[in-house]
Structure formats: C-alpha cells, structure tokens
C-alpha cells in the first residue's frame, strides 16, 4: 500500500504510515458503505481525505474530551478475542480512536475522531455523559446534542 497522506507529527514512532493508511482506508469504507446505503453520494477518496484532516486535527486527543487517545492501538482490535474476554478485552480499547460525523444527520464528509467505539451499543452513555461533563472545555452544547443522538 502506497503512502498517500501526510502522517501525522503525533503518530511518528507510534504507527507505521502502512498501518494509518490501512486504518485510513477502513473506516473510511466502513462509512462509505454505511452512508450508501443510507440514500447519501460519497466517494471513499473524499472520506479518506475527510477523516485524515479530522486525525490532523484531533492532534491526537478525542474531539468531545480532550482525552489522549492510544493511537497504537488503530487495527488491532479482534472480535474472536472480543467474544472470548467480553468487557475485560472492550475495556482494554476505552482510548482506540474512532470516528465519525459531526453530526448524525451529516451528508457531506465531515468528521471527527473521538473514543470508546460504539459506547452507544455497550451502553456507556452515562459514563461518557460524565466523562465529558468532567472535561468539557470549549465544546458546544450542538456538538454534545450531535455526539449523543447520532444515528446507529
């Protein structure tokens, strides 16, 4: 795989450029996909571009906290081992950087990266209410409204 975006000056000596493009191209075609098929037109090359500025941007830290997020861990995650240790494997991942729209109803690529994949399905949205509640410092109450009523 070819570099194609700038790494990161945060992500030096904690990912390999192979490894970040690899993520990259994944999540972008993960929200591609899942965009499609929701009736949206997007291109995985403008999500990638999208959520490389995002990453850029987050400087390492989840977009709703402030946060460090533990880059090292982008496309490690196993679901055989996630089935196996339930929660204990989940939890060793609370800092894995995500990403997503801006807002839920978001046509155009617009993203940013923040942490706890999917805390919506594994219920810890009162933990991540009070998390921020905690660490908010310059986060609008429309970036908290989209953060908690995203589309699954």
């Known amino acids: 795989m070819s570099k194609k975006h700038a790494m990161p000056a945060f992500l030096e000596g904690t990912v390999t450029p192979q490894a970040y493009e690899r993520w990259l191209l994944r999540r972008a075609a993960a929200?591609?996909?899942?965009?499609?098929?929701?009736?949206?037109?997007?291109?995985?090359?403008?999500?990638?571009?999208?959520?490389?500025?995002?990453?850029?941007?987050?400087?390492?830290?989840?977009?709703?906290t402030g946060e460090k997020l533990d880059w090292h861990l982008i496309s490690t995650y196993n679901n055989e081992d996630s089935e196996l240790r339930r929660h204990?494997?989940?939890?060793?991942?609370?800092?894995?950087?995500?990403?997503?729209?801006?807002?839920?109803e978001a046509t155009a690529a617009s993203f940013k990266i923040w942490s706890i994949t999917g805390s919506e399905y594994n219920g810890v949205r009162s933990i991540m209410t009070n998390t921020c509640s905690a660490k908010l410092v310059g986060v609008s109450q429309a970036d908290l409204n989209n953060f908690f009523h995203r589309s699954p």
Do not use: N, W
């Open 31 to 64: 929200h591609v996909k899942r965009d499609r098929m929701r009736g949206h037109t997007c291109t995985g090359a403008a999500y990638r571009e999208s959520i490389h500025q995002a990453v850029v941007s987050s400087e390492g830290r989840d977009a709703y």
């Open 88 to 104: 204990a494997y989940k939890a060793e991942f609370a800092l894995l950087p995500s990403v997503d729209h801006v807002a839920a």
